[in-house]
């Protein structure tokens, strides 16, 4: 390579050269406003999650804790013939008891309870 004059580069110029030949776009056009979001159409029934009727109408909280609570009120629901939401209910309507509100929590009743064991 020869010492001298350095030649200038044009960066943008290439990136578009670059775009032009591979058919690749860094920033898409903006779509107009009017055109409708492209997450409108509804998902084939194969990627659809399914509802359980049992769940309809409710809402989910939530709770990290210790995997030594969760391991407890595993052993606690097998001891006592119960599942793990009867015994959370059981604990809600405790906590709204202990602070003057009615006692308003059900546990959700899916088919795995309606099993009976066999003895």
């Known amino acids: 390579m020869t010492k001298g004059k350095k030649t200038s ?6 990136l578009r050269t670059i775009e032009e030949r591979d058919a690749v776009r860094r920033h898409p056009p903006a779509q107009p406003a009017s055109a409708p979001p492209a997450t409108t159409k509804a998902l084939p ?3 659809q999650i399914p509802h359980q009727p049992s769940r309809i109408g409710k809402v989910a909280i939530t709770q990290w804790v210790d995997p030594a609570v969760r391991k407890q009120i595993a052993r606690l629901a097998l001891d006592q013939d119960s599942t793990q939401a009867e ?3 059981d604990s809600l309507n405790l ?6 509100l009615p006692p308003i929590a059900s546990h959700i009743q899916d ?7 066999t003895v």
Do not use: T
């Open 87 to 89: 015994l959370l209910a």
């Open 45 to 47: 029934a194969s990627l």
């Open 9 to 14: 580069v044009n960066f943008m110029a290439g």
């Open 111 to 117: 088919e795995s309870s309606l099993l009976q064991p």
């Open 95 to 100: 906590l709204f008891e202990k602070y003057g």
